[in-house]
């Protein structure tokens, strides 16, 4: 099943492979492969895709011919290799189609075989974007809406909603999930990686809640560090500019066949934003972190992980409600302080090609002290899944989930309160899919859903039914129905939040929000359509289509309004009475000029209403909040074998519900290589404006700044 395209664990091809496709990586390893760009002389550079499984066998004379031929050549040394070595070493191709992935259905499999709008963004498109943080790097995928809120805060959003904490995505890193209970989603300046040591990052467009469980609603969002056999040697950067004042790291790495580790550190201060007539701005930021990694394999069919994080930081704040006379606006003395640790081990075994099963489990503490409130909560989290094979044409993976969640609120403040003060809640969940080769090698069905009880929702399902037809390796249609949910937030379950008070001199109100014990949960009924296809050897293009009808979101309606001394006080609890639908499409595309020249990028439009079954008005939701037309496009230049150019225009449509208007900005990086160990690169953004504001803007701005036109240099050295 899926002899054309499927890849083998860790990249290893079979002993079967076609000659062609041998040649073919001989080729790819010189043009530019088509989701990442051409590679450095950098020895840390790899190619991003690696290649679709290759079948039929290849003959002892053919490998030897083939071998003589390389060498002629002066080819790649692993055509020296005898046919042996050769089924076990990762060989690359140079489309797009083959590019691997795991997270569309929590197995190997590649672009060209998953039924979803799926994006990688691979190492090499990391480090020619010139980008500094975790939540920029999400720029470079199609369909993703990335707006920076403040110098240390960004809402992030994917088809349906853009938000500061991105409620409805799904986000983790090598497997963790980073999602807070607190306000359900994620705290964006508490994520930072070495970005050298990025392997790829996966970006699933729609639903993904069939194997991931709840709020993985509108994406999933997966970053997967590089196992610490690739990562060995001395790795070292240091750099800085107008904005991103100091950026340094350092990694270290070692180990043989068997066993690898690495450790690292990172440390970086970034400057403020800007604030229109009154100059730079309060929201200045700067952290530290540092980890490590280790892979045992201590034979084929075993390989162990071990994963451990720990950062801190602080960061400047104010109140989040910015009204000149209320006493609560004001920029503190004291920053806001985050801390965090995690560890993460996962056992994989191999039972045969088809067959395999993975245990993990994590710990996740975390604490931050801020204006709303000190926050610690902990997560633990067990986790198995097996694949196995039903006959000739069934493929089915199961699994089964336990997280248990630790929430404390030692310190609450008038603005968010809690009670009881700390909580603690379990989910339990299990999935089970099978994916049906309806006709071989070219129609695919795979059915499948989620089960899964929480503490505030009770029993939930979440089914997904996808399509795919295959009529070649360079073609794939695709189409899917999913109905994934979203929990509710502890804030929206135990919490009371005050907003306020309003702008209003005469009627100075404060709006108070109380947590409804019992609220259902959000839903979706997604509707996908897409299509994808390697139109030649330097061009491919993708498209994706989607109609989402929303329900259940969590609103508000006011249901008192009382006088107390010197505001008005308006009550409310949460209610589930917000719906809407949401369409779009979504296009990337390609094309490799020369062998030194590649253009790519894509342009998304969406469509969004909201509909409130109350009377009353809602806050959480309204029109004109996402940009309903966004692009990008980058060239990336290889100047010679030691200068590395790349542009970037992007357009951003306006935001009409948060005042924001549209803008269009320039990126530039110039790079240096003279050596395979040394790059220096020098990078200009938001080359185009002074200062603008992406997300909020007066008088809505809630604690919203400016973004600036920044420059920076960087070093890096490599051995």
Known sequence: MRSRWFVGKDGVAPPKAYRSAILWSLVSSLIFP????????????????????????????????????????????????????????????????????????????????????????????????????????????????????????????????QSRFSK????????????????????????????????????????????????????????????????????AEVGGGNYDLLNEAVRVGGGDDEFSWRMWGKHFERGPGYLPGEGLAWDDWRAGNGGFRMDWDPCRCNHFTALGQFFAGSEGQRSIWPVPYDPFYQVFPEDMDFTGQSVLLRWEHTTSEDSDWKFQTYYDRNYRKQVMGDQMWTTMDFDFQHRFPLGDRHNVIWGLNHRQIFNYEPDGSFFLSFSPTHITYNEFSGFIQDEIELAEDRWFLTAGTKLGRDNFCGFQVQPSIRLLWTPDERHSLWGAISRPISTPALYQETGTVNFGPSADPVWPTFLQLTGTNGSKSEKLLAYEIGYRTQATERFSWDVATYYNVYEDLHGFAVDSFNWVDPYFVAHSDWINDVGGTAYGVEL??????????????????????????????????????????????????????????????????????????????MDLRLAWKPTEHFEAAIVGQNLLDTHFYEFYAEPYGLGATEVRRTVFGQMVWRY
Request: proline share 3%; charged share 20%; with cysteine.
């Open 34 to 161: 088509c989701a990442g760009f051409a590679q450095s002389n950098s020895a840390a550079a790899r190619t991003p895709f690696d290649v679709a499984w290759l079948a039929d066998e290849q003959g002892q004379g053919d490998a030897a011919s083939t071998k003589k031929e390389g060498e002629a050549n002066g080819d790649l040394d692993f055509l020296n290799k005898d046919i042996q070595e050769l089924s076990r070493t990762q060989v690359k191709a140079g489309t797009a189609m083959g590019t691997e992935v795991t997270s569309v259905s929590r197995q190997t499999s590649t672009i060209g075989q998953s039924p979803a709008a799926v994006f990688v963004i691979t190492n090499e498109m990391i480090r020619r974007s010139g980008y500094r943080t975790v939540p920029d790097l999400l720029r470079l995928a199609p369909g993703v809406k990335v707006a920076k809120i403040s110098s240390n805060s960004w809402a992030i959003g994917i088809r349906g909603q």
């Open 168 to 235: 409805l995505l799904l986000v983790m890193i090598d497997g963790r999930s980073i999602y807070n209970p607190v306000f359900g989603g994620v705290f964006w300046d508490m994520q930072d990686l070495l970005f050298e040591d990025i392997e790829r990052i996966e970006v699933i467009r729609g639903p993904g809640g069939t194997i991931w469980g709840a709020n993985a609603v509108d994406g999933v969002i997966n970053i997967i560090t590089k196992k610490a056999s690739e990562s060995r040697g001395v790795y």
């Open 588 to 665: 990337s595309a390609c094309w490799d000029i020369t062998d030194r020249w590649r253009l790519w990028g894509f342009y998304d439009f969406q469509y969004l209403q909201w509909e409130v079954g109350s009377a009353q008005e809602t806050l959480v939701y309204g029109d004109g909040d996402l940009p309903m037309q966004q692009f990008r496009v980058q060239s990336s230049w290889t100047l010679s074998p030691t200068w590395d150019f790349d542009a970037v225009l992007r357009y951003v449509d306006n935001l009409k519900g948060l005042d924001v208007p549209r803008y269009l900005t």
